[in-house]
């Protein structure tokens, strides 16, 4: 029975996980202080106690938390292993790129890898270059990979379950500034949401903005003071990244022939570029050049003034709506 | 060391050295929980003795790499206070202009080639500065620090065979804390003696005390020099303890109960100065040791505090060549 909760966003994929230990007895959680210290941002909290084993620690060793899933997956247990910065996937890329991707597809389906990996990313102040990097694209490249970037609680708990559903490898990216704004109502229980879609958090017809992530903020914030510029525009929230919602956003440009996309990655190679070069395959006459507002192809600083100076703000997003708006 | 230099001489300047480690580290803490510095910090206070002893059995031309917990190793490789707070203060001065922050800095002038933040990041780094040294015949030794959570890193390993396989002068340090962030490593490691994993690669391993900076420099220097001498590498486990959280703001619920007490009693410093007492040290000596340290620390933070921040017009430079 579905029930409304007060949950914040990392408590919501806490529920998520409890859920999904219950009711699945092939899912296990593992990772690095996942299991007897409830993970570093509480997010496995509680479950150890509940779940014995099928919750547990592991050494410092990413490729094998990785690779281990795989395997076990393919013997028939649902892992959901976590990586605690996106930043340390990259030690055990091997694992996600040529092993779990290629599972399904070698084997023609016989074999399947139904892991999912939670991660989380993004710019907080002071975090160093290797704890602050937004590397969405890396995975987004790799076909057999399923990616979502859960934006409220209520997609944390929805995006969670349905990615430990999926028959695909599924990697979950959360957002550490996320974990820490506050509760919301989360309707917990409920039958879960198909993978894919998107959310239309402003409706319009000056420009389309498409967003992921914790940039969402700073879209949604521009777009209220374009609002009052008397300009509306569309704004798309789009949690799944693999599988994308390409018609609806289409649609939208194809609607709106104004287009801003925004995201905390780097902008050569993010996944921005993706959706510019969909919207021209797809024929789109646009009546302005359109923009990316992404990090600038730097490294990223530690202090907090450094970082604010490279990572776009809602400002910088206004800016770029105004260009797309005002161009003849 | 000159050789003039008595015993006590030599034991006064290491707890000096030891204290501007730990007032480092407690300035910082202070600092970290008042806002003035952001982000993750991870410290050192109990095992100074083994930058302290380590870095003094080094030369000029050595190159150290660290890993986040590593202000400590920074200063003790010479590294200016100064510098380092102004790096975590985020101002201009700091030793990277506050790009690297308290988790990932550099100062290679000073041969401190920086702080890694991905667990295990940094060994096959020091066998490249070793495999170098090999080429340019400076004889230049690397020195490797990591914990022992990073034993279970695959970098870890292959850099560890491959500076065995071509002898390469690396001295792995792996500070044994008992703790890997917030697990034990008991509870992750079959093997008690992690320094016993050197053998599997043909490699002299070895476990010390980590918390007298008298064995470590002794230790680490024979490795040091074996190592120059075409030794090949050496793994040196040194026992120690944090005597606080992984990071500021770790709750250490993995502590048991009277724990901190019990380490407490071996911690380094308090340690050193009980040594020098019974050996009848004068106590205005053992108190100079800290006083100065302490004046260091003080003029150091105010002088990092008074710069300017970091120039954000200099954040897009150095990205390519
Ligand atoms: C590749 C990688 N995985 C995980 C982390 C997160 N992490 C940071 S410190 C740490 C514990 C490391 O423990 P240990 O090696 O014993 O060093 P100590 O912190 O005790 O000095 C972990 C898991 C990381 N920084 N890099």
């Known amino acids: ?328 | 060391m000159t050789e003039t230099e008595t015993g006590t001489e030599v034991l006064l300047r290491d707890l000096c050295d030891m204290w501007r480690v730990r007032l480092l580290e407690e300035k910082i803490r202070d600092l970290r929980l008042n806002g003035d510095v952001v982000g993750s910090v991870h410290l050192c206070i109990g095992q100074e003795a083994g930058p302290v002893g380590a870095c003094s059995a080094l030369e000029p031309a050595d190159a150290l790499f660290a890993t986040y917990r590593g202000h400590g190793w920074a200063l003790a490789r010479g590294v200016p206070a100064v510098g380092i707070l102004a790096e975590l203060l985020g101002r201009a001065t700091g030793v990277n202009g506050g790009r690297g922050g308290s988790a990932y800095f550099s100062a290679p002038e000073y041969g401190f080639h920086g702080e890694n933040s991905i667990v295990g990041g940094g060994a096959p780094l020091a066998v490249g500065a070793a495999l170098a040294g090999r080429f340019d015949g400076t004889g230049r030794v690397a020195l490797c620090v990591f914990g022992d959570g990073a034993m279970n890193q695959g970098s870890v390993h292959e850099s560890m065979n491959f500076a065995a396989a071509f002898d390469l002068p690396v001295v792995f340090v792996c500070e044994n804390n008992e703790y890997s962030e917030l697990t034990p490593i008991r509870d992750m490691v079959r093997a008690d003696v992690l320094a016993d994993r050197a053998r599997a690669y043909g490699i002299l391993g070895e476990r010390i005390d980590g918390n007298d900076p008298a064995v470590v420099r002794d230790r680490v220097g024979d490795a040091v020099q074996s190592a120059r001498e075409g030794g090949g590498p050496v793994l040196l486990e040194l026992m120690t303890a944090r005597l606080v959280g992984h990071y500021i703001g770790d709750a250490e619920q993995y502590r048991q109960p009277g724990e901190l007490e019990r380490l407490a009693e071996n911690e380094p410093i308090a340690r050193l100065e009980r040594t020098l007492r019974s050996a009848g040290t004068p106590e205005p000596e053992i108190e100079a040791a800290r006083d100065d340290a302490a004046r260091e620390i003080e003029t150091a933070t105010q002088e990092a505090s008074a710069a300017p921040l970091a120039d954000a017009e200099a954040v897009r430079r150095h990205v390519h060549a």
């Open chain 1, 1 to 328: 029975m579905p029930e409304i909760r007060k949950l914040s966003y990392g408590e919501a994929a806490n529920a998520a996980l409890r859920r999904a230990l219950e009711e699945r007895p092939e899912v296990l959680v593992y990772g690095e202080d996942v299991g007897v210290p409830g993970g570093v941002f509480g997010v496995t909290k509680g479950l150890r106690k509940q779940f014995g084993d099928r919750v547990f620690d592991t050494p410092i060793s990413e490729s094998a938390i990785i690779g281990s899933a795989v395997g076990a997956a393919m013997f028939g247990r649902r892992p959901v292993v976590e990586i605690m910065w996106t930043d340390f996937f990259l030690v055990a890329l091997d694992q996600v790129v040529n092993q779990a991707a290629n599972v399904r597809y070698v084997s023609e389906g016989r074999l399947t890898a139904p892991i999912t990996i939670r991660t989380q990313q993004g710019v907080a102040p002071g975090s160093c270059a290797q704890h602050s990097q937004s590397l969405e694209a890396f995975f987004l490249h790799t076909p057999g990979i399923r990616v979502c970037m859960p934006v409220t609680a209520q997609d944390s708990y929805d995006l969670l379950l349905s990615s430990i559903a999926c028959d695909d490898p599924v990697v979950v990216i959360e957002n550490r500034t996320l974990y820490h704004g506050g509760k919301q109502e989360v309707s917990v229980g409920g039958p879960v949401a198909a993978i894919g879609g998107l959310r239309t958090r402003r409706s319009g017809t000056a420009a389309t903005a498409v967003t992921w992530g914790a940039m969402s903020r700073q879209v949604v914030d521009a777009a209220d003071v374009l609002a009052a510029e008397g300009q509306e525009v569309e704004v798309l929230e789009t949690p799944w990244l693999d599988p994308f919602p390409w018609d609806e956003v289409l649609t939208s440009v194809a609607k709106t022939r104004r287009l801003v996309v925004a995201h905390e990655a780097n902008r050569t190679g993010g996944f921005g570029a993706e959706v510019l070069a969909r919207v021209a395959e797809a024929g789109i006459e646009l009546a302005a050049p359109p923009v990316r507002v992404a990090v600038p192809d730097l490294r990223l600083p530690s202090a907090p003034g450094l970082a604010a100076a490279v990572v776009p703000a809602a400002d910088d997003v206004t800016g770029a709506l105004r260009q797309v708006v005002a161009a003849r």
